[in-house]
Nanobody, 116 residues
């Protein structure tokens, strides 16, 4: 089994920065990538960024240039550095790990609130 535990959420003013961490435990064999998703109030969950085993990254257009995803394989941890935060970034942020064949694991989420 795989367990994901997020940390680092909180309240920040617009224009500020916040860093999230996701510590993974359990098997790493077969893992394709790790990702951050978010679910704003009253909206559906959406992809924020992914990082693959080879280090390649993908970002949602809404966070490009402001957020940076990175992974530390030795620590089995993925990070999300969020800069120049906007009120519309307010959401519950979820860590995701995608494994072959087509299996997803999720953390419980951490709340990020950006005040205007």
């Amino acid at each position: 089994q795989v367990q994901l535990v997020e940390s680092g959420g909180g309240l920040v003013q617009a224009g500020g920065s916040l860093g999230l961490s996701c510590a993974a435990s359990g098997r790493t064999f077969g893992r394709k990538n790790m990702a951050w998703y978010r679910q704003p109030p009253g909206k559906q969950r959406e992809l924020v960024a992914t990082v693959s085993n080879d280090g390649s990254t993908v970002y949602a257009d809404s966070v490009k240039g402001r957020f940076t995803i990175s992974g530390d394989n030795a620590k089995n941890t993925v990070y999300l550095q969020m800069n120049n935060l906007k009120p519309e970034d307010t959401a519950i942020y979820y860590c995701n790990a995608n494994y072959l064949p087509a299996t997803d694991y999720w953390g419980k989420g951490t709340l990020v609130t950006v005040s205007s």
